[in-house]
């Protein structure tokens, strides 16, 4: 439930219906923002674009429950400024995305792609991809 696997896929989100702050992941028991004292929320989706805010290249293997199909191979993280919301989303750089193009300010957007399969199954995670020039 935390984003869609549409042919244009999205982040699944929420917004105060009180002071329209958005949550990822989804916020349902309180807004944390310190002005607001609702607990009501909408669930939208969020934008499927953004601004490369930063990014940084993982060399290490993260613990359980962290599954690796085959030899662990470094991958980069990229903090994402949604267009719409302005809040910051991290996710892995797309398995076929140009590491080399990454700098701050970039335009990307949301990809679904496999993340590992198991007992028949492909599990899937959100990652960033710059968007074609």
């Known amino acids: 439930g935390w984003f869609s696997t549409d042919p244009e896929p999205h982040l699944i989100g929420t917004r105060c219906k009180q002071c329209a702050t958005y949550y990822f992941p989804k916020q349902n028991d309180f807004c944390r923002n310190p002005d607001c004292y609702s607990s009501d929320f909408d669930e ?8 490369v805010w930063s990014y940084t ?6 613990p359980e429950p962290y599954i690796v199909e085959g030899e662990f191979e ?14 910051m989303v991290l996710g892995q750089l797309a398995s076929d995305a140009d ?17 590992y399969h198991q007992d028949d199954t492909d599990y899937t995670v959100w ?3 710059p968007v074609a020039a």
Request: a positive charge; charged letters at 30%; hydrophobic letters at 40%.
């Open 44 to 51: 939208v989706p969020l934008s499927r674009t953004g601004k």
């Open 57 to 62: 290249k993982h060399f290490y293997q993260p």
């Open 74 to 87: 470094p991958y980069t993280i990229v903090g994402v400024e949604l267009a719409e919301e302005k809040m």
């Open 99 to 115: 590491e080399n193009v990454l700098k701050a300010g970039i335009e990307m957007e949301l990809v679904i792609e496999k993340l």
């Open 127 to 129: 990652k960033w991809k």
